[in-house]
């Protein structure tokens, strides 16, 4: 099981430096257009910069948005590295104050706003998962459908129908693969069948 957490919900940090404020938004994301979706909804357009970071498994992403290079999104990336977290996206925005922070205050102030803020936040344990698909009878599907449902960690995403019965997609914890096999088996007399998504 990973070490990583995310967030369970958005959180907002803010404060002023010499004038300038700062507001950091933090929120859990799945995937990339998630990320963007985000950013997108919490960059306000009144603001003079919109910094941003994401981390979704090995995959970043980050934005100076018209400070200088490696002063903003990089050190709120690295708050988000540096608290151990996962598929979590930040926005830090600033209102120019008049006076200039050099290179040396602006990467401590995006880099410190981001930080305050996810300390603050809520979190939970990444759990890696594996796709499947449980194909079972009508007969069967209920009693499937509530056990699968109950199991933690378990996620049944699509319900779709054949001539015979149903086909479920779910997720389920890597570390609980065999167990929802061997269940779904038991469950059924060996009649539902279980397939993992490479």
């Known amino acids: 099981m990973s070490s990583l957490s995310t967030l369970v919900a958005t959180a907002t940090a803010r404060q002023e430096i010499k004038k300038s404020r700062f507001v950091a938004i ?6 990339e257009s998630a990320a963007k979706a985000f950013i997108a909804a919490n960059s306000d357009q009144t603001a003079n910069h919109n910094c941003w970071a ?27 590295d540096g608290q151990s977290l996962d598929r979590t996206a930040v926005v830090v925005t600033r209102w120019f104050g008049g006076v200039l922070l050099g290179s040396g205050g602006l ?9 305050m803020c996810l ?11 594996v ?8 007969g069967d599907l209920a009693l499937l459908q509530a ?21 479920l997609a779910v997720s389920v914890p890597k570390d609980d693969v065999h167990d929802m096999a061997r269940m779904v088996a038991d469950l059924t007399s060996g009649r539902a069948a279980v397939k993992f998504n490479e």
């Not at 300390?119 to 998962?129: C, F, G, I, L, S």
């Open 26 to 31: 933090a929120g859990p994301v799945s995937e």
């Open 119 to 129: 300390r603050e936040a809520e979190r939970v344990p990444v759990v890696d998962t």
């Open 54 to 80: 994401w981390r979704i498994g090995q995959t970043c992403r980050f934005s100076d948005d018209g400070e200088p290079g490696g002063t903003a999104g990089k050190p709120i990336l690295q708050a988000i």
């Open 147 to 167: 056990r699968l449902e109950a199991l933690p960690g378990a996620n049944v995403s699509v319900q779709s129908f054949t001539d015979t019965g149903a086909e």
């Open 131 to 138: 796709a499947a698909t449980v194909t079972c009878a009508f």
């Open 107 to 115: 990467i401590r102030a995006y880099g410190g706003t981001a930080a």
